[in-house]
């Protein structure tokens, strides 16, 4: 485990204190750990819509992605069918 000394504003904490939050939690580390993995997650999954939505307008991705299906449009219609 690392160590570190987190500052945060006053009115946060208190906050958080009004509001029941550090309850939920083990630790205010705990509360800290939690809220960074959170945020990690979240801009991971950021980086991951903004890298499709790039994708969508490479045109040798939609070439791909037509290719693609082009080959399969008669199996489609063949599962169509049952």
Known sequence: ML???VSIDERLFFEL???GILEHFRSFS???STSL???IESMKQEKYRRQIAQM???PMVIADIEA?????KYADRDADAF
């Open 3 to 5: 160590r570190k000394t």
């Open 68 to 72: 693609v299906q082009e080959d399969f």
């Open 17 to 19: 204190e009004k509001e």
């Open 37 to 39: 993995q959170n945020t």
């Open 30 to 32: 705990d509360l800290v």
């Open 56 to 58: 969508a307008k490479d």
